[in-house]
């Protein structure tokens, strides 16, 4: 990987430290990753994130040598069993609720099973959407003044609160054949009982969300075009760092990474950014699909009539979400 193509993913260092840590004997925090269906890879600057319904249970810097620095936030620590923490002198003295050091997949384990508890209902059924489909290529992913700090190779001044302030985030990339092309496509999903697919007054608050996302999108395509090459020769490695572990215990059932992936990887595609964002509405039931659902459906069409939405009740069930939509 060229320097200009790591200003926009993983370096070729940091990528076979990965793969030596997926190759130790006796186990690694990495290797315990690699072995799980239920997470997903996030390709940053320098850095890599692993998601759990939203959650970034880790986050992986390159140290700058090429050497992985894992780190996590303490909410994810929570052991899960029951622990008291006694008060003594107006001073809570815990006694094993929170995890100091990495025990292998137990830990992972409980880490996980704190992000579940701490996910809301939108990133819970977005979930098993992202993890059934070969073709998502990234997941929250920032725009705004963070993405362009991120793709100017900066970082962003101020405290965190004001980063926050200045970040939008959609929430899946995925890549789609248009012609002869490949173009990465963004989607952002809504809970049926979202308040931003439901006008007060004035405009939808969700179209006005998209529009905003797709003039930051057409300001960055160039960026967004190189940082997603070079996650897609990421996703590359990594299906073979996994596949290689899973090997060694035995495991198997893992999808090989879509073959537009590895097109783009190979670097025998054109891609391309699509940047008009689709919309998934889900968590409705069938009584809500006839009336309210239908209802929201007839205003998105009239507030901008080439949105794309795909609506699904039951998102663990639903197989069409990153699909093309039907031609009218």
Not at 203 to 211: G, H, M, W
Request: aromatic share 6%; net charge neutral; hydrophobic share 40%.
């Amino acid at each position: 990987m060229t320097e200009s193509d790591s200003s926009h993913g993983v370096s070729d260092a940091f990528l076979d430290h990965l793969d030596q840590l997926a190759r130790q004997d006796g186990g690694s925090w990495w290797r315990d990753v690699l072995l799980r269906d239920d997470v997903f890879l996030a390709v940053r600057r320098n850095s890599l994130n692993v998601y759990y319904r939203g959650g970034s249970i880790f986050r992986i810097d390159d140290r700058g040598d090429g050497t992985a620095s894992p780190k996590t936030h303490v909410k994810y620590l929570v052991r899960q069993q029951q622990a008291l923490a006694e008060l003594v002198d107006g001073e809570f003295r815990p006694n094993g609720i929170g995890w100091t050091h990495y025990a292998g997949p137990e830990t992972l384990r409980d880490m996980i099973r704190a992000a579940s508890d701490l996910a809301g209902a939108e990133k819970t059924g977005l979930h098993p959407l992202i993890m059934g489909s070969p073709a998502v290529v990234d997941v929250e992913i920032a725009l705004g003044r963070a993405q362009e700090s991120e793709i100017n190779g900066s970082t962003t001044d101020g405290p965190a609160s004001s980063a926050k302030r200045n970040l939008d985030r959609l929430d899946v990339a995925t890549l789609e054949r248009q012609g002869t092309d490949i173009a990465v496509v963004f989607h952002e999903a809504k809970h049926f009982t979202n308040t931003a697919l439901r006008a007060r007054s004035g405009s939808l608050a969700v179209v006005d969300q998209l529009r905003r996302y797709r003039l930051t999108l057409l300001h960055h395509v160039p960026a967004l075009i190189a940082r997603y090459q070079a996650a897609c020769r990421a996703i590359v490695r990594f299906d073979a760092m996994r596949r290689h572990v899973r090997l060694d215990v035995g495991a198997g059932g893992l999808l090989p990474p879509d073959p537009m992936v590895q097109e783009v990887a190979a670097g025998n595609a054109v891609l391309t950014i699509d940047p008009n964002p689709r919309l998934i509405v889900f968590g409705f039931d069938a009584d809500q699909k006839k009336g309210q659902l239908q209802t929201i459906l007839n205003a998105l069409k009239t507030a901008d009539p080439n949105l794309a939405v795909y609506a699904a009740g039951d998102p663990s069930s639903a197989g069409g979400a990153f699909r093309p939509p039907a031609k009218q």
